[in-house]
Every structure is written in C-alpha cells, then in structure tokens.
C-alpha cells in the first residue's frame, strides 16, 4: 500500500467552479500535511499546511484534515486557468522526512 | 530572507560519465536538507537528506550519493550514470524545528 495516495486525474472543471482535491494516507501516527502546487517543469511550492481536525482556508485555499479517515483535501474556490498544474499531498511521516503522493493534475477551462 | 540556489538547470550527459549537481541555502543555519528525483509522470522519490554536516541518510540503493562538507551545502553526486536516472532532480530544505519543506528551482537531467 503506498504511504500517500492521490488520484491522477486529470481533473477538470470550469473557470469559477471549486475544484476538490482529495488524499489519503496509511501512517495513523502523521502529524502535519501540506499541499503543493507544481506547474509543468517547475518545482513545487508551498500553498498549504494543516496539522488540526477541520478546515484551514487562505483566501481561495482550503484544506481540510481528517485524521480519523487518514483523508487530506484542498478546495480551490473559484478557479482560474492559472491554477492549472499539479497539485502534490505531502505527509510528514517522521524521521525529517515529508512522502508526496503521486500528484492530481488540475485543468481549469476558460 | 532564505533562498535556495541549485544548478545548473539542465544538463544532458552520456552514459557511464559522473555527475554533480550542487546546492546551497543562503539565510539560515543549520537546515536540514534533502535530495529529491522526479521522474517523467511520477512522484516526488526522496534520495538523500541530511540533517548536519556529514550527516547523510540514504534512502534508495542505487548509483548516487551525497554529501555535505558545509553547513549550507549538499551535493549529490556519481560516478557512472544509467539511463535510469533521468530525471528532475530536487534540492530542498527546512529550516530547524520547522516542518515545511522548500524546494529549489530543479535541474532537469537526460542521460542518453
């Protein structure tokens, strides 16, 4: 079973729509999750962190944790063609190290 | 402020001939540091981190490896290439008693 499972996609939904991207984890003892956004050829950068049951937004982010479902999600609000890219679930699993899920690539349609 | 820098950011080598790429964190102290591969469609491989100088951890077996003769400095290296490690190849860092992990701009290697 892989540590951090992310579905391919793509997933698209239209300019203005929310986009929902989903995570799930095998390590019950994770403390902190983190959202990338990777756009092609690009290295990944920061958007989001979580460590807390429930909803963390910042400004059109939203990420939510369930620990009890070992289950990440990142809502964009209002999408636009720029958030087109991929977008990575990271779990700190321990031992200074984060484990990124394979990516779910976003398509944003004008 | 904190910045990575990591070179070159593309580089095409034969196989069978060695390999450095270099990286270096400017703004901190003691960052713990990490080498990642990103191969074509897949995630994100964790090869190497480190959490001091000289302190290096593996975690793929393989032809590569790391080391950190500065505080701010890891290089991964090797010796004879393979097909197989093509690849975007990802220097990154975290500042002490921080979770978050940053990432350096890439260096994208063919090897042919």
């Known amino acids: 079973q892989k540590e951090v499972e992310q579905n391919s996609g793509p997933l698209s939904v239209p300019e203005g729509a929310i986009a929902s991207l989903n995570c799930t984890y095998s390590?019950?003892?994770?403390?902190?999750f983190f959202w990338y956004r990777q756009y092609s050829g690009k290295s990944p950068e920061l958007i989001m962190s979580?460590?807390?049951?429930g909803d963390k937004e910042d400004g059109r982010f939203t990420a939510q944790l369930n620990k009890a479902s070992q289950y990440v999600s990142l809502l964009i609000r209002d999408s636009q063609p720029s958030d087109s890219a991929t977008y990575l679930c990271?779990?700190?699993?321990?031992?200074?190290?984060?484990?990124f899920g394979t990516g779910t690539r976003l398509l944003v349609s004008p | 402020s904190q910045t990575i820098h990591q070179w070159p950011a593309t580089l095409v080598q034969p196989v069978g001939s060695p390999l450095s790429l270099e990286c270096t964190v400017e703004?901190?102290?003691?960052?713990?540091l990490y080498w990642y591969r990103q191969a074509a469609g897949r995630g994100l491989q964790l090869l190497f981190y480190?959490?001091?100088?000289?302190?290096i951890s593996s975690e793929v077996p393989q032809n590569l490896s790391a080391s950190r003769p500065q505080d701010r400095q890891f290089i991964l290296s090797s010796k004879k290439l393979l097909l197989s490690d093509s690849g975007f190849y990802l220097c990154?860092?975290?500042?002490?008693?921080?979770?978050?992990?940053?990432f350096g701009s890439g260096t994208q290697l063919s090897v042919l």
């Open positions: 390590d019950r003892g994770s403390q902190s």
């Open positions: 703004g901190t102290s003691n960052p713990n």
């Open positions: 990271a779990v700190n699993t321990g031992f200074q190290k984060l484990v």
């Open positions: 480190s959490v001091g100088i000289g302190q």
């Open positions: 979580i460590y807390s049951n």
């Open positions: 990154a860092w975290r500042p002490p008693m921080n979770e978050k992990l940053f």
